[in-house]
């Protein structure tokens, strides 16, 4: 594998190219649209596939998994309303891509991936080559992450069968779930605020298709 760390006109355009087509597309966050302008996606791929870089597609990132669309990163994003210094956790973190979106918004960004391979590469990546610093936990998130909790975000980028229960008590009041909830071929986005102990507001929005959520708590 090929990684260049530079951010070359070419690549800068056309992520402002990328930006353009999610506002077209019903992005409207413009502190998440930013954010999109600044991660250099193009880090993530092997050199001879930056020209899929800055598509609006999914893509292989090795281990059987994907860095997710854009679009779909910047729609989870989004329905999270990450203020400055919010304490998120993201359940996958995959190639690293959506932990550098919530840095770029401000958070501070607990990240747990269960593939080992996955873990080892972008817990070094990020920092080291990107400069992005978060907490990498390797284990099983379906479970979330009882040794930071509580948060005030968590979002999960895989999909799962319900919204495990340890989830909604590891956030706080006022705090907001994002989760891809359905069967292994198709999936909702819900969004679940926590408005009182054993209180929340269930949100249904739009049909998705993530990798499995793989766990205790999942598939
Ligand atoms: N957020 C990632 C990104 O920006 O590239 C995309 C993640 S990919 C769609 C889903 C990830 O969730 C995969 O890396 C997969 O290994 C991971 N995953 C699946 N089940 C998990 C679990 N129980 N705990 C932690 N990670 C899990």
Not at 61 to 83: K, M, N, W
Not at 140 to 145: A, L, M, P, R, W
């Amino acid at each position: 594998m090929a990684y260049r760390y530079i951010d070359n006109y070419r690549e800068q355009g056309a992520r402002k190219k990328l930006v353009e087509e999610l506002k077209k597309k019903g992005i409207e966050d413009e502190n998440v649209l930013n954010a999109i302008g600044k991660v250099p996606r193009h880090y993530f791929f092997d050199e001879t596939f930056w020209n899929q870089a800055y598509k609006d597609i999914a893509f292989p990132i090795g281990a059987g998994q994907t860095i997710s669309q854009p679009y779909t990163v910047a729609y989870q994003s989004q329905l999270l309303h990450i203020q400055k210094g919010d304490k998120v956790l993201e359940i996958g973190t995959g190639s690293g891509y959506q932990c550098c979106i919530l840095l770029e918004l401000g958070a501070k960004v607990y990240t747990i991936e269960r593939q080992e391979k996955l873990y080892y590469h972008t817990s070094v990546i990020l920092p080291e080559k990107m400069g992005y610093r978060a907490r990498f936990i390797l284990g099983d998130g379906s479970k979330g992450n009882a040794k930071y909790a509580p948060y005030d975000k968590i979002i999960v980028t895989a999909g799962a069968p319900t919204v495990p229960e340890e989830l909604l008590k590891q956030l706080k009041i006022g705090g907001i779930l994002v989760i891809p909830v359905g069967d292994q071929e198709s999936q909702k986005m819900v969004t679940v605020l926590k408005v009182g102990e054993h209180d929340y507001e269930k949100t249904v929005l739009d049909t998705f298709r993530f990798v499995p959520l793989v766990g205790d708590k999942a598939w």
